[in-house]
């Protein structure tokens, strides 16, 4: 069964690094999220993509955060200068009708 | 705006007795409704979900929910808890075609006691 895959599983950095979360949606969809889960509390909207542009964004969705789909299978989140509170669970998702599929995410830890 | 409410954020049931995990939500159109169950260090996984057709709707493992418009609730059910059932429960809500994004309550871990 076609699943959402998403690379690396754990992230480390320190802060004011970049980093780029890599996600590989289910091959035929068009819709692409990513959501993210702070240790703790819910899962969060952050962004969604169609049509290589940028749907809908929620205000945690800062100029520090861009995504981008770089070729035919990739889905990528970048954090430009990474802070502590961006310490959290980066889930990418891909839909098909009215259902999100989830990869199984990336944690990252910023130091 | 849309939001769930998840009463409970720890459950505990024994192996064999009923689960029943809480679930309200709000919103301003007729909602699209999820649960969705995440098993430690995994992602989420769908259990089932709610798109104005039948309102009681039924998932894998056993696990059906109820939409009642008239309570605002999603509570998810399942008649006999297995020990594979601990994990923790997400339900959601979007408005559908044209605003997809889910909107997540804060989940209730459900454990299992034998």
């Known amino acids: 069964e076609p699943e959402v895959t998403q690379t690396p599983s754990h992230q480390v950095t320190q802060m004011g690094q970049e980093v780029i979360l890599r996600c590989v949606p289910i091959s035929n969809h068009l819709y692409f999220y990513w959501y993210r889960q702070i240790l703790g509390q819910k899962v969060e909207f952050l962004v969604s993509f169609y049509n290589n542009e940028i749907s809908e964004k929620s205000e945690i969705f800062d100029d520090q955060f861009s995504v981008e789909r770089p070729d035919g299978s990739n889905f990528t989140l970048k954090i430009r200068s990474t802070k502590l509170e961006d310490s959290a669970m980066y889930f990418c998702a891909s839909r098909e009708g009215d259902t999100q599929y989830f990869g199984p995410g990336t944690r990252l830890t910023v130091l | 705006a849309q939001s769930v409410t998840q009463l409970g954020s720890h459950v505990s049931v024994s192996e064999g007795a009923l689960v029943l995990l809480r679930c309200n939500y709000s919103?301003?159109?007729?909602?699209?409704l999820f649960w969705y169950v995440q098993y430690p260090n995994q992602g989420l996984q769908l259990l089932l979900k709610?798109?104005?057709?039948?309102?009681l709707v039924k998932g894998i493992n056993g696990f059906e929910a109820e939409f009642k418009k008239s309570e605002t609730s999603f509570h998810l059910t399942k008649p006999s808890a297995h020990m594979s059932d601990a994990a923790e429960y997400f339900c959601a809500v979007s408005e559908g075609f044209g605003n997809e994004k889910l909107t997540f309550g804060t989940g209730t871990r459900l454990t299992i006691i034998p």
């Open positions: 919103s301003s159109v007729p909602p699209y």
């Open positions: 709610y798109t104005s057709a039948a309102t």
